[in-house]
């Protein structure tokens, strides 16, 4: 490798497209000193030059100083000084750039991962980059780990200024395993609050998965077959059947208790169901009520399935306010959008805010069953606490009309799906979602609602 300084015509020089810096900021102020004071500071290139991705044997090829690079040819210089080093590769040259731009603190963590997985995919190691750069291995891992995301998607979603995305919550993906499925929460979410839940959301998916691969791992290994697909639709009355909830662990001896020779299974939403064959009876009359009985089973099995379904929302949405009142998430202005929404709240139910009702959430307990000096001591939490927190105790207790999203003949009701979507609005505010069950619910499109064959025929 060699190098020497010479003056070279400004236009035979080229960007260098892979420089880890892609914005070179305001150059007005070093435009002016270079008009006044010309170029004081040399540039350092190489020979040839890319274009449309073809190599090119004459002009030069940037290395060092694109933005005295920038503003020369804005203050209108014909000739800058420059150095020319000869016989560097790629490697090298990214390998150079790097660890210039890592010295400027104007340049932003996704210029630097960018940078980081450039010359890791020429052959550097995380340790190289920890020895070149002077950044912690796990910072390195981090940026690395930013570099996996969507660069469109991320550079759209940090231009976004009313979006307030920082590197935290970029930390915050990393809790997910697939990388799609970051890019997926990144893309779903309208402001930063949205994606600390949606994260939440989809760990809790992945982990479901991961039970439901290790739950058809030991029926397998038990020779256990899943059900076809018309007995999963039509198997009450039919069949005996026990369900496990995938939220929760299960162990192999537990699942293996609830197998016989004859059984089958099948998932449903978050559920894997175990059935197998009704005992036949000789008795022809008992048959018959057995039939006549399917739908009433039917309905009380999905009436089950659902109150799981509400159970789980209702307490995700409790570890929601008990994180935004200890201050765990991005608080949201008490501004006039969010009293508003409020106020169109009280035309279904007026919202008490009482300290006893406080403590009775707070605690998830009857009041006179809560000690003394535990109550004293939410008294003094709920006292400190901002008016906006306050109201969210009554907003999230009215939530359990979550419950009665279906009638006693578990038909979908329409006004009392209004009023939840009243208090879910609220809460988006500071980043809540439903899952694709909780939102099938919410809207009357879930399968577990019985069919209203009066509409039905309107519709026909």
């Given at each position: ?98 660890e210039e731009n890592m010295q400027r603190a104007d340049l932003t963590a996704f210029e630097q ?181 399917e739908d009433y089973e039917r309905i009380t099995a999905n009436f089950g399935l659902m109150k ?119 809460f988006s505010l500071w980043g809540w979602q439903l899952t694709e069950e909780e939102e099938k ?20």
């Open positions: 490798m060699n190098d020497k300084l010479v003056m070279i015509d400004i236009s035979e020089i080229y960007p260098n497209k892979d420089n880890p810096r892609k914005d070179i900021g305001d150059i007005k102020e070093l435009t002016k000193s270079i008009k006044k004071n010309g170029l004081m500071q040399n540039l350092t290139v190489v020979p040839g030059h890319w274009e449309n991705e073809l190599a090119y044997t004459n002009g030069y090829t940037l290395l060092i100083g694109h933005r005295r690079y920038a503003a020369a040819k804005a203050a209108g210089l014909t000739e800058v000084p420059c150095r020319i080093i000869s016989g560097m590769d790629k490697k090298e040259q990214v390998s150079t750039m790097l991962a960018e940078g980081f997985q450039m010359v890791m995919d020429l052959g550097y190691t995380e340790k190289d980059l920890v020895t070149k750069t002077g950044f912690s291995e796990t910072t390195i891992k981090r940026r690395l780990n930013i570099a996996k995301l969507d660069k469109e998607l991320l550079k759209e979603k940090n231009e976004d200024e009313a979006f307030q995305l920082s590197l935290t919550d970029l930390y915050k993906l990393e809790q997910i395993k697939s990388i799609d499925k970051r890019n997926e929460v990144l893309s779903k979410a309208k402001t930063a609050n949205d994606i600390d839940w949606l994260v939440r959301s989809t760990v809790d998916e992945e982990k479901r998965e991961n039970r439901y691969e290790a739950f058809k791992v030991v029926l397998k290994e038990a020779g256990i077959e899943e059900a076809p697909e018309d007995i999963q639709r039509n198997y009450w009355g039919k069949y005996d059947y026990v369900t496990f909830y995938l939220n929760e662990e299960h162990t192999k001896d537990e699942v293996l208790a609830k197998v016989t020779d004859d059984s089958m299974y099948f998932r449903s939403y978050n559920h894997v169901y175990i059935i197998k064959p009704k005992e036949k009876t000789e008795d022809e009359d008992i048959d018959a009520m057995i039939d006549e009985d799981q379904i509400v159970e789980s929302c209702l307490t995700r949405l409790r570890r929601l306010v008990e994180e935004i009142i200890d201050g765990h998430i991005n608080d949201v202005k008490p501004d006039k959008e969010l009293y508003e929404k409020i106020l169109g709240l009280s035309i279904y139910f007026p919202l008490e805010i009482s300290e006893q009702r406080m403590i009775t959430y707070f605690a998830d307990n009857y009041y006179y069953n809560i000690e003394e000096e535990q109550r004293e001591n939410f008294r003094q939490k709920i006292r400190t606490m901002p008016i906006h927190h306050r109201i969210l105790f009554p907003l999230a207790s009215k939530a359990d009309i979550f419950y009665d999203i279906a009638d006693y003949n578990n038909h979908y009701d329409d006004k009392c799906a209004t009023k939840l979507k009243g208090i879910f609005d609220i619910l919410l809207d009357g499109t879930s399968e577990l609602f019985e069919k209203d064959e009066e509409k039905n025929e309107e519709e026909k």
